[in-house]
């Protein structure tokens, strides 16, 4: 689980409904989003905040494969003038959202967004979520010691924001502590379910299990492949199989994903096999979108991935935390409740 606080983050709706201008900001926070479809791009360049300095990205479907997203990112001394600009440019046919990135106040300069632009291209590509249609990466850190780090702050923050509104390609790939690192000595000491599964005593609740990941296996075909669950994503680790055929029952969100990852050169073909090969940890939607990727068609993710440590199916596995977590008593708002 992630040990990030809670955030409390304000969305407001310009027009009145729920995909036209939308800003949005995290409390406490200096930084302002706004986003927009490229049907308001008029209303959009009368505000305010596109007069000032700032970093855009303009998101649409790949020409090249509209299951896949592509992202423009662009800064600016005047953001509106570049929005402008990109809304005549024919070679930028493609986008249909806009999100500009400014600061309530007036301490963005034209070297911070131009630190910010180069660092979301570096994200965006790591992550391989999306294809970027920039045709450079520019990289760019002259900044003082004190600002680089007052704006990786304020990029960490832009990645909670910006997946709020939809752009997911920028969201962290949670780095991951699997459950097989705790001592089993003390995860035992703590409170147990009376029934063991499998001949194995499960513990209701121990600080350190609640603090790691559960490790999941699936075997089939030849493939072998582990995966944990971690800030609500199916995190498939290096090191996995995957099958290099698809079926026609392969969903297109996941075949585009998978074509994004090879060229992104995060699943690469297995030496001495027909398989492909996971290089990195890699997130996914959820456990059946994670089993569809490994297996090159249509899975049940709930049921093809097992509990390393319980045997047990990944949706046994949740129904037992929902069971035990229905037994917990009520605890105060803010609180945190044991975790089974």
Known sequence: ?????????????????????RTAEILSWTGHVLFAPRSSVPALLARP???KTGAYLLIGPDPGDADQTMVYVGEGDNVGVRISSHNKDADKEFWEHACVITSKDLNLTKAHVRYLESKLIKIIAREGRASLANKSDPDFALLPESDLADMDDFIVRLQILLPVLGADFV?????????KSIDRRQVLTAPTLENGINGIQVPKYSPEAANANPEFRMSAGGLQARAV?????????????????????????????????RRAGKLCAAEGSNNLRFTEDVAFTSPSAAACAVMGTSRNGRTDWINVETNETYAAWQDRLVSSAEELPTVAQGDQPAVP
């Open 171 to 179: 969201r962290p790939t949670p780095q991951v502590r699997s459950s």
């Open 229 to 261: 669950e971690a800030d609500g994503q199916m995190i498939i680790l290096a090191g996995s199989d995957a099958r290099t055929e698809e079926a026609p029952s392969l969903a297109s969100n996941v075949r585009a994903y998978r074509e994004q990852l």
């Open 49 to 51: 905040e596109l007069k």
């Open 1 to 21: 689980m992630s040990n990030l606080a809670g955030r409390t983050i304000k969305l407001f709706l310009v027009d009145g409904v729920s995909d036209g201008i």
